[in-house]
């Protein structure tokens, strides 16, 4: 099992993964066996309800891994369709586990698996989507 980093480096201001984007999410992805792994934990300024994760955030974590699935495997994607639904509430400063996985390939991308759970291991957050491959993480 490798602890990989799995963050191009040469995407510095992506809002969910960017490490030089000073309003973005800063998260970081590793590889664990082949799946693409993070945690994140939210914080005051990510609230929707009071004292709650806003789900439109918890959908741009679901919508980064997806694209992340294929990384452990060597291949990049662009998300194409992704679907997303809550399961429990987030509160904030709960730190999140999100794993992702590739569940089906093709000739020209993927589908893909994300799982969103909280310190107990309940499932906060589910989602798929169908991702077109790239050649790499930053091509246009």
Known sequence: MSDRLLNPPDVPDCFVCGPANPEG???????????????FTPRDAHQ?????????LVAAL???MLVY????????????KVSYR????IPLGTTL???SRITRR???GFRAEVEVRLPDGTLAAEGQGTCVAR?????A
């Open 25 to 39: 999410l800063g998260l970081e992805i590793r590889q664990v066996g082949e799946e693409a792994v993070a945690s």
């Open 48 to 56: 929707g309800y009071p004292e709650r994760m806003h789900g439109g």
């Open 62 to 64: 679901v919508d980064e």
């Open 69 to 80: 699935a294929g990384a452990p495997l060597g291949i990049w994607g662009m998300t194409a």
């Open 86 to 89: 809550l399961r429990a509430a």
């Open 97 to 99: 586990e999100l794993r």
């Open 106 to 108: 093709s000739g020209n």
């Open 135 to 139: 050649e790499s993480a930053t091509q």
